[in-house]
């Protein structure tokens, strides 16, 4: 079993900046790819950004150039650094969790995090 829990949600106000942690416990195998998801009320869960456990990135086109994630393979963390932050940003961010090549394994979520921009 893996659990993953986020921390550094908050309110802050258009334009500024918030770092997002997850920190993952558990058994976690070693090829896997980590990311971020949000849902804004009344939206659907998107994909934010993703990590792959050899250091390839993706990005939701709306955070493009604000945004960046990052890992830290050694401790199972996973980082997003938030920049330029919009209203539209409002939402909780969920860290997820899936194995590569792993038959039968699940994904992985965290009970998620509160993002509040303030225009």
């Known amino acids: 079993q893996v659990q993953l829990v986020e921390s550094g949600g908050g309110l802050v106000q258009a334009g500024g900046s918030l770092r997002l942690s997850c920190a993952a416990s558990g058994s976690i195998f070693k090829l896997n790819v980590m990311g971020w998801y949000r849902q804004a009320p009344g939206k659907q869960r998107e994909l934010v950004a993703a990590v792959t456990s050899v250091g390839n990135t993706n990005y939701a086109d709306s955070v493009k150039g604000r945004f960046t994630i990052s890992r830290d393979s050694a401790k199972n963390t996973v980082f997003l650094q938030m920049n330029s932050l919009k209203p539209e940003d409002t939402a909780v961010y969920y860290c997820?969790?899936?194995?590569?090549?792993?038959?039968?394994?699940?994904?992985?979520w965290g009970q998620g995090t509160q993002v509040t921009v303030s225009s």
């Open positions: 997820n969790l899936k194995p590569v090549l792993l038959p039968g394994a699940r994904d992985y």
